[in-house]
């Protein structure tokens, strides 16, 4: 019986030893596990935990403010970018109003041909017979006559449609006042009107309705103006 038992209690020694190396093996082994882990995840390691703020993310730049145009107190001479002076475009307005006051300036108790050789005077030599011919015209003479049209023209210029090296376009707005038998009214008319130098001085070249005018001529060739 006693050695039964001596037997029984060393094989229970033994037992417990077994165990106990199991458990040492176990906690390494794992302990080498979770480092292998760490080290194959070395970003993971490092993760904040849940509900930790992250690192910031990338700021998004706002646009920059763009450039505007703004009043300047700098001196801005726009007659240094034309191809005449101010005198040079002041004397050609003022040519181009009084020629179009010229214009609806007439009587039905005048001779026709007297009016044209008025216009005539402010125009190139073919424009100039082209006038003659509209103000001398049957139509014209013979509506004013039987209407004892007399009109009054007065001339502004509303706006510079062109300036070119050879020539300059103003829309003249031309106002006449008139008085007849089938009584007075007054209309106003707006033209374009081209204007050329010849020498120092001016002639008109074209007159056209505002809306249909002209953009700017050249120089018309064989004109024979000198001045």
């Not at 001779?111 to 030599?125: N, V």
């Not at 017979?129 to 509209?134: F, H």
């Not at 300059?168 to 009214?185: K, L, N």
């Not at 008319?189 to 056209?208: C, K, M, N």
């Amino acid at each position: 019986m006693v050695e039964s038992g001596g037997r029984r209690g060393v094989v229970f020694a033994v037992l417990v030893g077994l165990l106990a190396a199991v458990g040492i093996y176990l906690t390494m082994w794992e302990t080498a596990g979770g480092g292998r882990a760490a080290e194959a995840d070395p970003v993971g390691a490092g993760r904040a935990s849940a509900g930790s703020p992250g690192p910031p993310g990338p700021s998004v730049s706002a646009e920059p403010p763009r450039p505007s145009a703004t009043a300047s107190d700098a001196p801005f001479d726009v007659y240094s970018y034309l191809p005449m002076t101010k005198q040079e475009l002041a004397a050609a307005a003022d040519y181009a109003e009084r020629f179009t006051a010229e214009y609806g300036t007439y009587r039905h108790d005048e001779d026709p041909a007297a009016h044209g050789e008025r216009l005539r005077g402010y125009a190139t030599l073919e424009f100039g017979e082209v006038l003659v011919r509209a103000r001398t015209s049957t139509g014209f003479a013979e509506a004013n006559r039987a209407d004892e049209v007399v009109s009054e023209g007065t001339a502004e210029v509303k706006e510079i449609r062109q300036i070119q090296d050879s020539s300059v376009v103003f829309v003249v707005a031309c106002t006449e006042r008139i008085t007849a038998r089938s009584g007075p009214r007054e209309e106003t008319h707006e033209y374009a009107v081209t204007l050329i130098p010849v020498g120092s001085d001016w002639r008109v070249h074209d007159l056209q309705p505002a809306d249909e005018g002209q953009e700017g001529d050249e120089r018309p060739s064989g004109t024979g103006e000198s001045g």
